[in-house]
């Protein structure tokens, strides 16, 4: 059997246009060394990288970054995308979605829009974003609904925002989302470094996930509510992107090519580029897809564990932050022999160090990750 037939293809590709954004998010998951990847790919690049992934086989497609609306050519890659039969979704801070700009975006074929807030209130939105943008993004989620896009609304939860998620969901009942996406923070990027501002109380997750069950009683189908508790706070892990190399494949800006968004952090994996050789050749055969496809990588507990196939071993990045090794059990899991590393960071987060909140900028990512 060849690898192409063995490996199923990827359902859902990530594009990820650029990691230039206009916010400055504390919980930011793009790499901490943003401002050193600052190669983009051209117009005619990203087209076929599409062209070639819809022939492998991959239906979703999302338009990220950073912000991708600071791409100009955004509308015609979105109208590429629609000629390919993809279905296309557009992840945004909503800055950049002027009315023109949705209306060029809507006759391109764009067919979701995802649009993200911080809080339910202009100040903690604004602090958190080191922007003044509630105002602009309460304009531009009535611009979605005017274009009539299928809206989600995705508000990243943590312990400043945890009190106010029945404001949350009332915010988008009013914006007239059809899902509203409370994604408890997952620790990577500039959330690892943030963890100790933002890492909630188990008792402010508990109270969080009530509120999100008396909304959902209420409401029931009107606005899909979807509430995921953070990693850190579970005894089993979550099948990360349902398996390394096994639906997701997402592109950086540069052309790198990644298994999952933390990829670059991980040692000892050859990232490939699709500018040096076919999608195909990346999926099926690169070092990197293939490093934790499967289970043949797993060491105990998870060689041995009946549950491996229903979460693969939880996540490589996790696994690598916490014990320094990447094949090591995701330590989330109780049955992992470093699970008490995840217990001492819970229990000691809501002290914090003392360390100020580092917010998602060029100056902090140089900063973190100096030239030469």
């Known amino acids: 059997m ?3 037939t063995a490996v199923p293809p990827p359902l859902w590709l990530l594009a990820e246009l650029t990691y230039r954004c206009p916010l400055h998010c504390v919980f930011c998951y793009n790499p901490t060394q943003h401002a050193r990847l600052q190669a ?3 117009t005619a690049q990203w087209v076929d990288v599409m062209r070639q992934a819809r022939a492998l ?3 979703q497609l999302g338009f990220s970054g950073g912000e991708p609306l600071l791409r100009d050519d955004l509308e015609e890659l979105v109208q590429e995308a629609r000629h390919l039969g993809f279905y296309t979704n557009l992840i945004t801070s909503g800055v950049g979605l002027t009315e023109a700009r949705a209306r060029r975006l809507k006759n391109a074929g764009l067919d979701h829009v995802q649009l993200s807030f911080q809080d339910s209130t202009r100040e903690l939105n604004d602090f958190l974003s080191h922007t003044k943008t ?3 993004k309460q304009k531009v989620a009535r611009l979605i609904k005017q274009h009539d896009w299928p809206m989600v609304l995705n508000c990243v939860l943590h312990r400043h925002n945890l009190p106010h998620v029945g404001k949350i969901i009332e915010m988008a009942l009013a914006l007239d989302a059809e899902f509203l996406e409370l994604a408890n923070t997952q620790y990577y990027g500039w959330a690892w470094i943030n963890r100790d501002h933002l890492m909630p109380t188990h008792a402010q997750l508990i109270d969080a996930e009530a509120v999100v069950q008396r909304y959902r009683a209420v409401y029931g189908t009107r606005c899909r509510i979807l509430f ?3 990693d850190y706070f579970e005894e089993r892990p979550k099948a990360c992107m349902n398996g390394w190399g096994s639906v997701f494949l997402a592109i950086a800006p540069d052309g790198v ?3 999952c968004h933390n990829a670059r952090n991980l ?7 699709v500018q040096d050789q076919p999608l195909s050749d990346i999926w099926a055969r690169s070092q990197a897809f293939n490093a934790y496809r499967g289970d043949a990588w797993m060491k105990a507990p998870c060689r041995d564990c009946d549950e491996r196939h229903k979460d693969f071993g939880g996540c490589r990045c996790q696994a690598f932050q916490i014990t320094g090794d990447a094949t090591e059990a995701d330590p989330v899991c109780s049955k992992s022999p470093h699970h ?3 217990v001492q960071l819970v229990r000691q987060a809501p002290a914090g160090r003392g360390q100020p909140i580092v917010f998602r900028t060029d100056a902090a990512s140089r900063a973190l990750h100096p030239v030469g």
């Open 340 to 342: 008490e590393k995840v």
């Open 257 to 259: 090519a990644l298994p």
């Open 40 to 42: 983009e790919m051209s």
């Open 267 to 273: 040692p000892g994996l050859q990232l490939p580029r």
């Open 134 to 136: 509630f105002e602009l």
């Open 57 to 59: 086989g991959a239906a």
């Open 228 to 230: 995921v508790v953070p």
């Open 2 to 4: 060849s690898a192409e």
